[in-house]
């Protein structure tokens, strides 16, 4: 099974859910914002993915379940596990791996371009790609790689952008499942709705995506298939 773990109703799993689906795979999700539990039994989990959220990931205080998950995925990885940790999922990887999270330089909200490292064009997640990605952001922190870590892709003002750390852990500070239902349910939550400037924020970044949305889902794609490659291989490996 594929594991999601959701931490607010309007961030869900979106493109890459479907993806799976199609594929196949049988799909969970724990909405732990909800107080609901993650398995205690990991052994039949091919994968976990880790989604986003509004909350920082030191708000532990205010969001008791990121407790959880932080040891949660620490047993991901000591299991060797595939993980995948999108936005607040990247971020709680690298907590969990020691790292810091803090407030990034400024806040990255729309469509930004980054570039994969030279290790990042060698990793199996982003074969098959260009060197230049346009993804989609909605953040305010960012986090330092790992000790044993390795930088995939950076961006402008937030360098840290995508990371592996161990073989099939993996972190991604952008967004590459959302849809054009995501851009106006978080405009929706978490944008003032009489403030302007938000206003036109959202119209910008809609339209943003119905210009991009071919190429912007054909990249996605492409690094769903990896994905699942990723966890195909270290199934065979683990059986062997």
Not at 163 to 179: C, D, M, N
Request: hydrophobic content about 40%; overall charge negative; aromatic content about 10%.
């Amino acid at each position: 099974m594929i594991l999601f773990i959701k931490h607010i109703d309007i961030e869900g799993p979106e493109t890459l859910g479907a993806f799976f689906s199609r594929q196949g795979y049988r799909t969970g999700i724990v909405e732990v914002w909800k107080g609901e539990p993650l398995p205690s039994d990991v052994s039949r989990l091919q994968a976990v993915v880790a989604l986003g959220g509004p909350m920082n990931v030191y708000e532990e205080d205010a969001c008791p379940f990121l407790k959880e998950d932080h040891v949660f995925i620490q047993r991901i990885l000591e299991q060797n596990i595939p993980f995948l940790g999108i936005c607040l999922g990247s971020q709680l990887l690298a907590k969990a791996c020691g790292a810091k999270v803090y407030k990034a330089p400024e806040q990255e909200i729309g469509f930004y371009p980054v570039e994969l490292t030279g290790p990042g064009q060698q990793d199996p997640l982003f074969a098959g790609l260009p060197e230049r990605l346009e993804v989609f952001q909605w953040h305010g922190d960012t986090f330092d790689i790992p000790q044993g870590g390795v930088l995939l892709a950076s961006g402008g003002s937030c360098r840290h952008q995508a990371f592996r750390i161990g073989p099939v852990a993996y972190g991604l500070q952008f967004h590459i499942e959302i849809t054009e239902k995501s851009i106006r349910d978080w405009s929706d939550a978490y944008f003032q709705p009489l403030d302007d400037t938000h206003k036109r924020k959202k119209t910008e970044m809609l339209a943003d995506y119905a210009g991009k949305k071919e190429k912007f889902c054909k990249t996605a794609d492409k690094i769903y298939n990896n994905l699942l490659k990723i966890i195909q291989k270290n199934k065979v490996n683990t059986l062997s």
